[in-house]
């Protein structure tokens, strides 16, 4: 069987470094690892109106800030297929199809659809699209016969309740979908990049986030602004790592080769770690030190961004390119779909040949 992933964003903002270090970096290593058939990565443009249905300008203009932080991080259109949900129409008869295989209750016991609606205060009125989004996910996992969807732990729930679709369906109708697999970070510390603040998610709302997008400037006032621990007031005082935002970074970015560049008088981050919990270490020096770290991992990615901005037509064209390689695919698992449950009535020559005979006698 073949290998393929499916993953993707909302295009409701431009992707900040916790998208960075979450998905977006390891996508492109699954990308160059050479182990995959076919990698599509989504803008779910359909799936941002299910809470952003009074804006669609708000999405319809990130969708190409989302491509250029695609394109700057290494996303490959030479490998990757980079399409618009939206214009798949296929995902959207997929989602109707089934619907009918999943009951009310069992949408509102999925923890992720309880807690993104705690979050969006919905508990009053749920757009019915958004209470659906995990049957609508389901539909664009199986629509390109994904083995793998990359994603946080807080997807669990959404890819277990894609597979129930998946058993249901191909037990009613026969073997038909594939039952995907999460493939979640590697690295526990980047499966939820706090925010500058300390707060535990980053937000636009909230202003905490750095953004792929960022200038050297930008990320220099983040973080030098960066919070840190509240009782470490004197560089002489005995310092917290637990919580402390720089440190969190520094454990999702540093490697040990940056110490040697920009910090030789420390081997490790373990060693940094140590100084800050005994004493004698100031937070500037810290944070003087994260910064030389994020712009080295940034700087390329900027310089990439800077090239695709030059051309926006030919990024459209790389959106028009995958979308319509991933409209093809789409279109063969419908076609399998609809013959599984037997309303290809155009396309069933037997079906069209008995009844012709049961009639002419």
């Known amino acids: 069987m073949s290998k393929i992933i499916l993953t993707g964003d909302r295009p409701t903002g431009k992707l900040h470094v916790g998208h960075y270090v979450g998905s977006l970096k390891r996508r492109v290593e699954l990308q160059n690892s050479g182990e995959y058939d076919k990698i599509f990565i989504m803008i779910a443009d359909a799936q941002a109106l299910t809470d952003n249905a009074d804006n669609p300008e708000k999405v319809r203009q990130n969708i190409i800030e989302v491509a250029l932080d695609y394109l700057s991080v290494g996303l490959d259109p030479a490998k990757s297929d980079i399409f618009i949900q939206s214009q798949i129409s296929q995902l959207t008869e997929l989602t109707f199809y089934y619907m009918n295989l999943v009951t009310v209750s069992r949408l509102q016991r999925n923890p992720t659809v309880k807690s993104e609606i705690q979050m969006r205060n919905f508990e009053a009125s749920i757009p019915v699209g958004f209470f659906c989004y995990p049957i609508s996910q389901a539909a664009d996992i ?53 925010g500058t603040d300390g707060k535990a998610k980053m ?53 040990e080769e940056d110490f040697g560049l ?26 003087k030190f994260l910064l030389n770290v994020l712009n080295k991992e940034l700087e390329p990615i900027r310089n990439r961004r800077h090239e695709y901005e030059k051309d926006i037509p030919y990024v459209y064209e790389i959106l028009k390119q995958g979308t319509k390689n991933a409209y093809e695919v789409a279109e063969q698992t419908l076609s399998e779909v609809k013959a599984a449950m037997k309303i290809n009535y155009f396309d069933d020559v037997q079906l069209i040949k008995a009844q012709s005979e049961k009639y002419s006698g």
């Open 142 to 194: 199986t629509a390109f016969k994904a083995t793998t969807v990359p994603a946080g732990e807080d997807q669990e729930p959404m890819i277990e309740q894609t597979r129930e679709i998946v058993r249901k369906f191909n037990s009613v109708y026969g073997d038909t979908l594939v039952e995907p697999q999460i493939l979640l970070p590697d690295n526990k510390v980047c499966l939820r990049l706090p």
């Open 203 to 255: 937000s636009k709302s909230l202003g905490n986030c750095i953004y792929l997008s960022d200038t050297e400037e930008d990320v220099k006032k983040k973080v030098m602004s960066m919070y840190t621990d509240p009782d470490h007031i004197k560089v002489s005082d005995p310092g917290k790592i637990e919580g402390n935002t720089v440190f969190t970074y520094l454990d999702a970015f540093s490697k």
């Open 262 to 287: 920009f910090l030789p008088e420390y081997n490790n981050l373990d060693e940094l770690k140590d100084h800050y919990k005994r004493g004698g270490l100031g937070d500037v020096k810290v944070k």
